[in-house]
Nanobody, 122 residues
């Protein structure tokens, strides 16, 4: 079964940096747009950044200029470089694709990763 596997979360001091990665595993035929989202305790999940299959990017206003999303299509992996992190950005970060197609079944669907905890200390 196709899954998104995340890594790179952890504890970092305010002003520090982290690089998150999310790799799609399984028999993958294709992956469309991908994105990163985050959810802080007691709050709704919010969009952080997106990247199309062709490499076009979009960012939430709050992270513009500090975060960078990228992808490696050969590795079926999306990354999120986070710089100058703030304590209020402590959250579980999730990766997502709006469409991934399974080569074995020829079926396509949206998929979320399991989430990775990012904690920014003050």
């Amino acid at each position: 079964q196709v899954q998104l596997v995340e890594s790179g979360g952890g504890l970092v001091q305010a002003g520090g940096s982290l690089r998150l990665s999310c790799a799609a595993s399984g028999r993958i035929l294709s992956i469309n747009d991908m994105g990163w989202y985050r959810q802080a305790p007691g709050k709704q999940r919010e969009l952080v950044a997106t990247i199309t299959s062709g490499g076009s990017t979009n960012y939430a206003t709050s992270v513009k200029g500090r975060f960078a999303i990228s992808r490696d299509n050969a590795k079926n992996t999306v990354y999120l470089q986070m710089n100058s992190l703030k304590p209020d950005e402590t959250a579980v970060y999730y990766c997502n694709t709006d469409r991934v197609c399974d080569r074995a079944t020829l079926r396509c669907f949206a998929r979320w990763g399991q989430g990775t905890q990012v904690t920014v200390s003050s």
